[in-house]
């Protein structure tokens, strides 16, 4: 491989320049160089897609339905996302106007923060959040402000620490519940609150609902269904976590019309279209997919509810997700720091984790954990980490 840099200079973008990879990434790339490893980094379900979704892409490729979709998806499969959201989440969205089938929901991410940010905007984030909403803020040119949550408030956002952080150049705040990576959960009283705020201060909110399905104490509240949001909420969703549909990428973002023909100029450069024989995979998907979806919640459910309970018996403190499938315990008390816990418990117990800090500084002292794999994996995986806990006491 030629080293261009010796041969001339070389011109990147100050912004990509200024963005670090993602620190799930290297720890991935660690354990898959070594043996008998027991994953709980991966954000993904450890479910394989239904066949009836899958046959539904094979059948559109027989059929020889290979051709670019309007740019903004299937118009049947924007009628099914439009009467979905309305049905289970109250949120009415004309699938016309309204509504747009990306590239996943990391897609639809990326156009709703291009849409609405200018240069020198800032964006509030509540924190912990994915790993990608800050870049995504810079790369449209914005400015990322962390929004704390805590533990002992089950990591719901206060009001007043998204008060505190305002200022004349505060545009946005983007939100996520159920959460990615604590597992918190958000109700109607608490979002009322987050929401009259964002009223009076006359701010856009980008609300990820990738995790909605993926609730299990109580119905997911969309931000947009709440009194006065709609006009000012872009809805991001998509097939990966509900629909155990990962590996297809597809998302979409639900939006008012002034919103949503901005996102599109931008996705229509830049994408075109979703995939055609994913969304036909993800029309299957919506049309036939309940039975499957619901199986695998309550599969979540029970394992959530062993491994949060297995861990506080290992020795760590950990509050109960109510949503998604993650835990997020808390490594304080060994004294290490969470890349620290994560690296020796790779070492030595041969169990992968995502250090808490990685997802924003508020993550520091926690690990992730997805508990999207088998009960097998998940009872062996606690026992390792209960020695490895009793070896650093």
Known sequence: MTDVTST????????????????????????SSMENIISLGVGEPDYTTPWNVREASIHSLERGMTSYTANAGLPELREEISRYQMERFHTPYDPAEEVIVTVGASEGLDIALRSVVNPGDEVLIVEPCFVSYAPLVSLAGGIPVAVPTRMENDFQVDVEDIRSRLTPQTKALMISFPNNPTGAVMGAEELEKVAALTIEHDLIVLSDEIYAELSYDQTHVSTAALAGMWERTILISGFSKSFAMTGWRVGYVCAPAVYAR?????????????????QYAALEAMQNGRVEMEEMVASYRQRRNFFVKSLREAGLSCHQPGGAFYAFPSIRATGMTSETFAEKLLVEQHVAVVPGHVFGEGGEGHIRCSYAASMSQLEEAVDRIAVFVKDHA
């Open 262 to 278: 901005a996102m599109l100029k931008i996705h229509q450069y830049a994408m075109m279209c979703a995939s055609t024989m994913a």
């Open 8 to 31: 001339h200079n070389v011109h990147l973008s100050d912004a990509v320049e200024r963005i670090q990879p993602s620190g799930i990434r290297r720890f991935f790339d660690l354990a």
